[in-house]
Structures are given as structure tokens and as C-alpha cells.
């Protein structure tokens, strides 16, 4: 009989490719083990149910248990991978009977990503989280909540719930002020959950600029923005620690001395990916420091796969790999692995870091590459233009500036990247710069595209159309 097919992590891309795998061979036995309580869920939904436009922790479930099971998946939940023998082919795994070794038929490395905290000393204090991981989405909404307004039910997690954790912040007074470490995704997310709690809210990030993956123009929006919100920004500021008393956060210091009493903080300045368990395997690891896998999502050793946020992917621009922790990726690349095994070898995918983000009511969309410097790094000779114009036909209701960065090669003419901001369906128009790099094409291609026009939807000339044009026109000067 053929060894199981063995999953570690029960999130985007194990519960992905092992849904697949059952689908297409049920006889295939698939074992999923995960380390904590919940299972496939939405990180991205955490801002939001913090917010309260969520209002059940459950809701941002995928996937529950049983539906797992009624797939005909083992999932064991609590149950941690803790080594690997891939001469053996087998894991060595810690649950709640003990220890035991599971073989493998092939496996699957799918441990997803950690949230960095340890370079801001003092980030191990009760009322300093990062926001990854249900659990902390809802001790954070506890803490927040005013004592005579919470209780366990509220939080809509039902068993899943750390009870104690949930009650011990419950029951304490919600802060007045916080601080955000980081402006990237988390910082900007949360700044604007925050708020709608009525607190004051402090935003510290180490650059000059907020979501610097999107470019200039975006953040120079998205700060106004902000402001304009009631959020105060501290930028070009890094933050040295949080100090506390008793154990609870209760200050921060910057290195340029900067003070502030606070009552909660959040760290939110980036992930690692989760590869310990493959650090004493022959399974190579990439210059990003996650797993290197081949187009199919398979390591250099043998029947060992990785996928996700543990996992690197190939660039769409550039071709290398890259590491981009988000979540089509690890549900795509899942997927396509599941099919691989069920006996239909299937790519993973490239990527282009495609992203979007909420600012209050500023949408940010980017794709590709945006930097000068990634880009001549990558062997280009980049040229940028950035416009701003309608979403809509300028006589039409609801019309709103629309500011499109746009970066091509000046050899090749190929669109290389962009980035996007506004408040009127904004964000969703980068997919149409991500599909263009995925096909190649140059910047003429793009200005040539037969996009979709109505007052309601559009102005005859669609922005990533007006930005196409005149950096076309730029290349060619």
C-alpha cells in the first residue's frame, strides 16, 4: 500500500492541495497535521474583524473541521511536525498522546510565514501583539473592547477561542492610545480598525514613506490621508522599544528619543518564513531564505514539496525567484500541487506581487516592479510615469482622481510594473496591469487595449490607459 500523502500546515496551501488531491484521487490517503486550533482562514480579514465590520471570528474561516473531514482528509489538528527524515520518508510529530513517527508517500512543507517581532525589545510585554493568527485577532478585539461591553460570545469564535487569553484583556480597561510599529499592509490596516474604537492612534514608521512597495505617489496619498483621518504619523522615526510595567505595555521609546505612554502596541514590520523544520534536511533553501522549489513547487530532494509563505516562486518580470508571502499565491500553488500529485503535473504559477490595500477610503493597488533600483538591479533601464485621472466620465456621479504609476524598460518597451491609488474602485484596476506583465507586454500593447467604457464604469480613456499613453509617449522621446 502506498504511504500517505502528508501535509504540514492546515491553511491556504496545505488544505488547498490536499482538497485537490482527495478530489481528483479519493483513494489517495492525505494527512494533514496542524499545529494550532484553527484551520484555513483569512489573515487578510483580521483588520476587519479587529474593526468590527466582522462580526464573528469564525466568519473569516475557509474552512471548518468537519468540512475538512467530509472531504475525506485526516486532519489532525494540535498536532506538531517537529522533524523530518527525508531518508526515511518519514515526520516526527508531537500531539496530545505524544510523540510519534508518521511516513510519508510524498509531503508536502506548507508551515506558511511568522510575524517578526524580536528586533523591538520589550515586543514580549501583555499588551504588545502582532497581528497574525486568529488568536491574536482575538485577543486584540477583546483588548479594545470596553470591559462592560465584552464578553466571550461577542468574539464569535466559539471553542476555538484561547478563553483565558481573551478574557484576561476582556476584562481590562481598553487603552486610550496605541502605537503601530511598521507602515506597511498591518500598520496601515490597523490604523484604520483603531479608529473606528475611538482611539488615539500613532503610527511609527522607520523610513520616510508608508507602504513603500507601492511607490512614492501611493504613499504620499495615503499619508495625507491618514492625517486627514485623525492618525498621527511618525515617519522616518524607528522605534527603539516598548517599555512596560508589571509585565504591560505602557511606553514606547525611539532612538531619536521620542516618548510615548501608551496602552497598547502593535509590531507589524514584516514575516519570516517558517523553514526551522527543514533546517537540518537536505531540502535547499533560496536567497530569501524561504524554501526553493522548481515550477511545479517541488524541492530538490525528492517527493518533498513546499508551498505558500515558507515557499519561493518565480518572478513574472524578472524570471528569478522571489518570495512574495500573499495569499493567491499559496492557495494557487496548493492547488496546482494537489493535481501534480493526483498524477497531472501542473505549475505553480508565477507571481508579480500583486497587492492591494485599504487606507480608511483610499484604495492602493501594485504589481511588478515599481523601484528604480529593483528594476536596474534586475537588468532594466526603468521609466516611469505617474498621471492622475477620472475613474469615471467627469459628468458622471461618483468620478474621483485616479493616480496610476506606470514603470517600462526603455530598450524593450515592456511594462515592468505599477501602482494605483484612489477612492473609486481603485484598486481593483491593477489587474489589469498585473495581466499585462504576465503576458509580456510592452507599454504600446498596453495603450492599445480594448478596455471597457460606460459613464458608470469608466471614462473613455481608462486611467491605466491615459498612464499607458503618456509614459508610450516618454519611451519614445
Known amino acids: 500500500m502506498t504511504d500517505p500523502v502528508v501535509v504540514v500546515g492546515g491553511d491556504a496551501a496545505g488544505l488547498s492541495a490536499a ?34 465590520e466582522v462580526d464573528d471570528l469564525t466568519d473569516l474561516l475557509s474552512l471548518r473541521p468537519e468540512d475538512v473531514d467530509d472531504r475525506g482528509i485526516d486532519l489532525r489538528r494540535r498536532h506538531e511536525v517537529t522533524a523530518v527524515d527525508t531518508d526515511a520518508h518519514t515526520v516526527t510529530v508531537e500531539g496530545p498522546d505524544g510523540s510519534f513517527e508518521q511516513s510519508y508517500g510524498n509531503l508536502l512543507v506548507a508551515t506558511g510565514a511568522s510575524a517578526v517581532s524580536d528586533p523591538i525589545p520589550g515586543s514580549e510585554l501583555d499588551g504588545a501583539f502582532t497581528i497574525h493568527g486568529l488568536d491574536s485577532a482575538a485577543t486584540v ?37 496605541v502605537a503601530i510599529v511598521g507602515g506597511g499592509y498591518v500598520g496601515v490596516e490597523m490604523a484604520e480598525a483603531f479608529a473606528a474604537w475611538d ?6 514608521q522607520r523610513s520616510q514613506r508608508l507602504l513603500p512597495a507601492f511607490g512614492d505617489a501611493v504613499a504620499e496619498t495615503v499619508e495625507s490621508h491618514l492625517e486627514e483621518m485623525g492618525v498621527h504619523l511618525h515617519m522616518g522615526t524607528p522605534v527603539d522599544r516598548l517599555t512596560g510595567t508589571d509585565g504591560n505595555v505602557t511606553g514606547l521609546v525611539c532612538t531619536d528619543g521620542t516618548e510615548l505612554s501608551i496602552g497598547l502596541a502593535v509590531v507589524g514590520i514584516g514575516v519570516r518564513p517558517n523553514v526551522d523544520l527543514l533546517r537540518d534536511t537536505p531540502v535547499e533553501l533560496g536567497d530569501s531564505g524561504a524554501v526553493a522549489v522548481d515550477e511545479y513547487g517541488q524541492t530538490n530532494v525528492d517527493e518533498v514539496y513546499a508551498a505558500g509563505d515558507c515557499a519561493e516562486d518565480r518572478h513574472a518580470v524578472t524570471g528569478e525567484p522571489a518570495w512574495v508571502p500573499l495569499g493567491l499565491t499559496a492557495n ?49 533601464d526603468p521609466v516611469s510615469r505617474t498621471i492622475t485621472a477620472g475613474s469615471r466620465s467627469g459628468y458622471y456621479p461618483g468620478n474621483s482622481e485616479t493616480t496610476v504609476t506606470l514603470v517600462a524598460d526603455r530598450d524593450s518597451g515592456r ?25 509580456g507586454l510592452t507599454v504600446a500593447e ?28 516618454a519611451l519614445n522621446e
Do not use: M
Request: proline share 7%.
Open 415 to 439: 511594462l515592468l510594473g505599477g501602482s494605483i491609488v484612489g477612492e473609486d474602485r481603485a484598486a481593483i484596476r491593477i489587474d489589469t496591469v498585473a495581466t499585462a506583465l504576465e503576458s
Open 199 to 204: 482611539v488615539e492612534t500613532h503610527l511609527f
Open 19 to 52: 482538497s485537490k488531491l482527495t478530489r481528483e484521487d479519493p483513494e489517495r490517503e492525505v494527512i494533514v497535521f496542524e499545529r494550532g486550533a484553527w484551520v484555513s482562514y483569512a489573515h487578510c480579514g483580521i483588520p476587519y474583524y479587529v474593526k468590527g
Open 332 to 380: 494557487r500553488a496548493g492547488r496546482a500541487i494537489g493535481q501534480t500529485l493526483a498524477g497531472t503535473p501542473t505549475p505553480v504559477g508565477d507571481i508579480a506581487g500583486t497587492a492591494v490595500v485599504k487606507a480608511f477610503e483610499q484604495e492602493c493597488g501594485r504589481t511588478g516592479i515599481i523601484d528604480a533600483e529593483e528594476a536596474r538591479d534586475a537588468g532594466f
Open 446 to 473: 498596453v495603450e492599445r487595449l480594448d478596455l471597457a467604457y460606460a459613464p458608470p464604469f469608466s471614462p473613455v480613456w481608462d486611467p491605466v490607459l491615459v498612464a499607458a499613453k503618456v509614459l508610450n509617449g
Open 141 to 177: 478585539r477583546a483588548a479594545v473592547t470596553p470591559p462592560e461591553e465584552f464578553s466571550l460570545e461577542a468574539l464569535g469564535g466559539g471553542s476555538f477561542v484561547d478563553a483565558e487569553r481573551a478574557r484576561y484583556y476582556g476584562e481590562r480597561p481598553a487603552p486610550d492610545r
